[in-house]
C-alpha cells in the first residue's frame, strides 16, 4: 500500500535555511502536497507540486520533486520562529480519493 | 467565513458515552473526510464520503459512525467510547477527483476518562 516517510525533528537557527525530506511510495500520484500544523491549530495546505514539475517555488518555499528517487523535499529559506510546526508531507492515495500523510516532521527554530 | 468548521473544539467524556462531533463546509466541496491525529501527531483517513455516499471506510471500529445529511455536512457519531479513542479528530473537504487538496478543520480534541 501507499506509505510516505519522513524524518521526526528538525532543528535549525533564525535566519538559516531549512530542509525537510519526505519519500512515498505510490508513483502514481498526481499530487504530492505539504501541510504545516501549528500546536493546537488544523492542518494548513502550504503548498502543492503536480508530479510532471521538478521545482515549485513560492515566496521562501521551494518544493523539489525527484520522481525517480520519489523523493519530495520543502525548503523554507530566511527561517523564521514564527515557521516552528509540524510539517506533514502527503500523497493521494492511489484511487485518488483521500491523503496519505506522512509521520510529520517537527521544526524547531531557535533565535 | 470558516471553511470547515467542526463542534465542539474539545470534548471530554466517560468510558462507555456515545458523543458526536459536527462537521459542516461553505466551500461547496463534494468530498468530506474524517481524520484521525493520535498523541504521536500521526494523521489517519477514517472516512471519505463523496456526494453523501461512503467511499472510504477504513479499518474503523463499527463504533464510529459517520453520518452525512447532505454534502456540506458530516458527522461522527461514536457509541461506547473508550479510552483509546482519544485522539484529535479532524474534518476536511476537498473538491474530489485526482486532486485530492484538502481544506482542514481546527479539529476537536477529544478525551475518554
Known amino acids: 500500500g501507499e506509505d510516505v516517510e519522513q524524518s521526526l525533528f528538525l532543528s535549525v537557527r533564525e535566519g538559516d535555511s531549512s530542509v525537510i525530506n519526505c519519500t512515498y511510495t505510490?508513483?502514481?500520484?498526481?499530487?504530492l502536497y505539504w501541510y504545516k500544523q501549528e500546536p493546537g491549530a488544523g492542518l494548513q495546505l502550504l503548498t502543492y507540486?503536480?508530479?510532471?514539475?521538478d521545482m515549485k517555488q513560492d515566496q521562501r518555499l521551494t518544493v523539489l520533486l525527484n520522481k525517480k528517487d520519489k523523493h519530495l523535499s520543502l525548503r523554507i529559506a530566511d527561517t523564521q520562529t514564527g515557521d516552528s510546526a509540524i510539517y506533514f508531507c502527503?500523497?493521494?492515495?492511489?484511487?485518488?480519493?483521500?491523503?496519505?500523510f506522512g509521520k510529520g516532521t517537527t521544526l524547531s527554530v531557535s533565535s | 467565513d470558516t471553511a470547515v468548521s467542526q463542534t465542539p473544539k474539545y470534548l471530554v467524556t466517560q468510558m462507555g458515552n456515545d458523543k458526536s462531533i459536527k462537521c459542516e463546509q461553505n466551500?461547496?466541496?463534494?468530498?468530506m473526510y474524517w481524520y484521525k491525529q493520535d498523541s504521536k501527531k500521526f494523521l489517519k483517513i477514517m472516512f471519505s464520503?463523496?456526494?453523501?455516499?461512503?467511499?472510504i471506510n477504513e479499518t474503523v471500529p463499527n463504533r464510529f459512525s459517520p453520518k452525512s445529511p447532505d454534502k456540506a455536512h458530516l458527522n461522527l457519531h461514536i457509541n461506547s467510547l473508550e479510552l483509546g479513542d482519544s485522539a484529535v479528530y479532524f474534518c476536511?473537504?476537498?473538491?474530489?477527483?485526482?486532486?485530492?487538496?484538502?481544506?482542514f478543520g481546527q479539529g476537536t480534541r477529544l478525551t475518554v476518562v
Open positions: 476536511a473537504s476537498s473538491r474530489g477527483g485526482s486532486t485530492t487538496e484538502a481544506f
Open positions: 466551500l461547496g466541496h463534494d468530498t
Open positions: 507540486i503536480f508530479s510532471n514539475m
Open positions: 464520503y463523496n456526494n453523501k455516499e461512503l467511499i
Open positions: 502527503a500523497e493521494s492515495n492511489q484511487a485518488g480519493t483521500a491523503l496519505i
Open positions: 505510490d508513483s502514481s500520484s498526481t499530487y
